[in-house]
């Protein structure tokens, strides 16, 4: 008796819904949804099979909740020619191969590969609530256990349909699925926020920057037309090494390496000049801003612009800069900063850079804004996954 009440207690999740107190059911995955199976893939050396009407799930194409495309399809020939069919829109997909655990819910009729286990529904609110579960499988690596190592890590059929999850009542298991159904699409708009802000970007570099050939460039702010000067980036910034920190006292001072903040220091290599991080090893292609004052370690330069260049300009011309065609290693990627000094590039008078800066500063803002949003409901979703389930 007192087995069955602390097996109960069990299958109870930390935080709920008001109104409900009675224990979860555990139950098998293949006793919940309507129709399942795994796909099949046509022989690859019969081109007739493939580049037709029937959307082909790859791994790839799960970027998040919805598969929406498919990078490869099928022909009817090649749909009929192999264990592949045609799974329903609003059906599960999971990964059993390569990425195991990984899921989502198509969005299209599509057919899978063997790669996959698709499950079909009769209720959305009981979709919605085992895509959740699934999900929370996924990010804990609950399938681990159940993976079949050989040439390549994989599940089967009878492992999927075996797996065992605590499900709560009908009308229970709909608010569950549906507050993350709406996590998961808040989770996504500012995931397209943030893709679209750095594809603006991306545009606007391209754009306010002359093209190769020539001294001007296609969009400008008013006012200004006057040709942009070629130089050598050593005439902009001048170029320092990180140090060693490990003799230094534990501080208030940021740390910075080619991955960003490692740790707080007592000194400052650049006390009042704000700088631009660049790798001399390792990671040589991702620049940013480094605010004073700041410590940098040996594998980072940083390049504090001369008299009359704009920061945030010249943070905009290292980030357009081609680093990884400047490695002078054949091993670990490096950058010499003699590399640095002697890389042309055009820039315009000290009053259009700081109109260039200050723009691509607020986007830089508003990227960063949206990253930060996108962390912290990252962050809240896995919480409430691991609260909110059994």
């Known amino acids: 008796m007192d087995e069955q009440r602390k097996s109960e207690s069990e299958l109870v999740p930390a935080l709920r819904f008001e109104g409900f107190t009675d224990p979860w059911e555990q139950r098998k995955l293949g006793e919940l949804f309507a129709k399942g199976g795994s796909g099949g893939t046509p022989t ?189 980036l050593g005439e902009v910034v001048d170029v320092h090494n990180g140090k060693d920190y490990k003799h230094l006292k534990p501080g208030s001072i940021p740390v910075y390496g080619t991955g960003g903040l490692m740790t707080y220091v007592d000194d400052a290599l650049s006390k009042n000049e704000d700088a631009v991080g660049v790798g001399r090893k390792g990671t040589i292609d991702q620049p940013y801003k480094l605010r004073a004052p700041f410590w940098t370690v040996d594998t980072l330069f940083y390049a504090v612009p001369k008299a009359g260049n704009d920061i945030e300009f010249v943070l905009c011309c290292f980030q357009r800069i081609n680093w990884k065609a400047k490695d002078e290693s054949t091993g670990l990627p490096s950058l010499s900063k003699s590399a640095i000094n002697n890389t042309r590039l055009l820039t315009p008078r000290s009053g259009e850079q700081v109109r260039i800066g200050a723009l691509f500063a607020k986007i830089d803002s508003l990227i960063a804004l949206h990253q930060r949003e996108l962390e912290i409901l990252k962050n809240l979703k896995k919480a409430l996954l691991e609260k909110m389930f059994v």
């Open 44 to 232: 690859a050396t019969e081109p007739s099979y493939y580049n037709g009407e029937i959307p082909f799930l790859g791994i790839a194409d799960i970027e998040d909740r919805y598969i929406d495309s498919t990078a490869k399809s099928l022909t009817e020939d090649g749909l009929n020619n192999s264990a592949a069919w045609v799974v329903p829109s609003g059906a599960i997909c999971l990964a059993m191969y390569a990425s195991v655990g990984k899921v989502g819910i198509c969005e299209l009729d599509l057919a899978t590969s063997q790669a996959f286990y698709n499950m079909v529904f009769d209720s959305q609110a009981l979709r919605d609530y085992v895509y959740a579960r699934l999900d929370k499988a996924d990010a804990n690596a609950e399938w681990e256990p159940l993976i079949s190592t050989g040439t390549q890590a994989n599940l089967n059929a009878e492992k999927v349909k075996g797996f065992q999850m605590a499900v709560p009542c009908c009308e229970e298991a709909d608010l569950v699925g549906s507050f993350f159904r709406g996590l998961d699409s808040l989770i996504a708009l500012h995931q397209r926020k943030y893709e679209k802000l750095k594809t603006v970007k991306q545009s606007l570099l391209e754009k306010m920057f002359p093209k190769e050939g020539e001294d001007v460039p296609e969009l400008r702010f008013e006012g200004f037309t006057d040709p942009w000067e070629q130089r050598k």
